[in-house]
Nanobody, 121 residues
């Protein structure tokens, strides 16, 4: 089986920074796109950023210039560097990865359980 484990969430003041990590483990053959989504109270889950296996990135307009996604393919891990955080960035952040497993050879999306980011003074 495959697991995604997020870490790095917490409480930060407006203008501060946090780095989220997402590590994939299990019977992994290859990982395609990896990304971060967030869900604030009373709102729908939305894409924050994604990165392809080749390193191409996509960002939500609301985080462009402030957040940066990266990945370390040797560690099956991706990172979300969040700078200049705003109260409206407060949400549960979820990692998603499109993974092909070794056996059986299937490809599907996997989700982590989420990590809470609170931006408040």
């Amino acid at each position: 089986q495959v697991q995604l484990v997020e870490s790095g969430g917490g409480l930060v003041q407006p203008g501060g920074s946090l780095t989220l990590s997402c590590a994939a483990s299990g019977s992994i053959f290859s990982i395609n796109a990896m990304g971060w989504y967030r869900q604030a109270p009373g709102k729908e889950r939305e894409l924050v950023a994604s990165i392809s296996s080749g390193g191409a990135t996509v960002y939500a307009d609301s985080v462009k210039g402030r957040f940066a996604i990266s990945r370390d393919n040797t560690k099956n891990t991706n990172y979300l560097q969040m700078n200049s955080l705003k109260p409206e960035d407060t949400a549960v952040y979820y990692c998603k990865a499109n993974i092909r497993t070794s056996w059986p050879s299937t490809r599907m999306d996997y989700w982590g359980k989420g990590t809470l980011v609170t931006v408040s003074s």
